[in-house]
């Protein structure tokens, strides 16, 4: 398809999701200079997600979305897997190794599918209220340590300096933001030396701190 | 790598599991011949997934996992790309273009992330335990109208005959199960009518009809 390819790309994002933030780091690992959006996704009753506006462009009223080469594109993995496929600068984010490819993906799937689900915003605000303030403890301990275990034992066969290897992969897009969310649901990770010791290589990264919750500009409104 | 490729690739594989549903359909699609091994998620309290010999094969205590080319793969969506770019005959399960690739995989991650997480055994046992079958029910509905809400939505703009154009992709692999298991759960399909008329025409295709949890040898176990 040849489509004129127009001004800034466009980020719709949450300072503190962890989807929207592994998008961060991939734009900025493939230095693609791009328009931020915040969408406050606790602001008022409902969240700016649930705008008329918003759920126009994202029926599933998520962040992320990307907004790139003329089209519309959500969801943390597809976007960039297509980063990946249309910018051939910057870093690598899926090897050229199918079976490395494959543990790539699977490491991401590991959080995105198998940790991420239930501890966003909405599903643990519907936990809080149906079970109340202990099972909700139990909720997001069980799934997560649940998760950040099969990620502990996959890195057992997969790690270099990073997750997978020593080059940084999408894998690692999706583990630093998972270990920080972790850790503001007090998860012990003490538990998981592979998964901090690398994390402990990737959140100083200039590409990784440029991407954290922190510095993005609607940090300092809440 | 050079692996020494041995016989037939072996399945783990639950008949009623939808991710291992979608694994199926893709290696009917490539004509990959495999060895199917059943685990009976729901056999006695825990579950054979639960047990030593298998949680070593797969921590995360789920099936699908592959086993090919000498290396074990789990989580669908790495299993099915794995599959396509190491198998290039048969159907292509992701077209060369990196926008329709994109929305292929936007619209398998609303199913595999979107709402499968709400929907499998584990946690529908957690809510019904927690909350009781009334609220299980609104949990179910609600997220699996989210989900299929938003799929129908991009359905608008990718669809042919089937998800994304005239070939049969990745996308229609999660299609199909979803479909099924919303039924199953009572949703009301009749407000998704992209949904219902591309299911109708993937449903009885041989490559899906053979990997339908009827189809199965595990089925008649129950």
């Not at 501890?119 to 139990?138: F, L, S």
Request: charged share 25%; proline share 5%.
């Amino acid at each position: 398809m040849n489509q004129i390819k127009i001004a800034k790309p466009i980020l719709w994002s949450y300072f503190q999701s962890t989807c929207s933030w592994r998008v961060r780091i991939a734009l900025n690992l493939k230095a693609i200079d791009y328009e931020y959006r915040a969408v406050d996704l606790l602001k008022n009753k409902g969240g700016e997600q649930f705008s008329k506006e918003f759920t126009n462009l994202n029926p599933k009223q998520e962040v992320p979305i990307l907004f790139i080469d003329n089209y519309l594109f959500t969801q943390s993995i597809p976007i960039i897997e297509y980063l990946d496929e249309t910018r051939r600068h910057g870093a690598r984010l899926l090897p050229d190794d199918p079976v490395k490819r494959a543990k790539c993906r699977i490491i991401a799937e590991l959080i995105n599918s198998g940790i991420q689900p239930y501890q966003n915003a909405n599903v643990i605000k519907k936990i809080n209220a149906e079970m109340g303030k202990d099972k909700r403890k139990d909720w997001l301990h069980f799934y997560l340590n649940k998760g950040l275990n099969a990620v502990e034992e996959i890195l057992k066969e997969t790690k270099g300096r990073y997750c997978v290897g020593d080059e940084i992969t999408m894998a690692d897009l999706f583990l630093v933001p998972q270990v920080f969310a972790a850790k503001r649901y007090k998860i012990d990770m003490s538990i998981y030396p592979l998964i901090n010791t690398i994390n402990s290589e990737l959140e100083n990264i200039d590409d990784f701190l440029r991407a954290h919750p922190y510095s993005q500009p609607d940090f300092l409104r809440i």
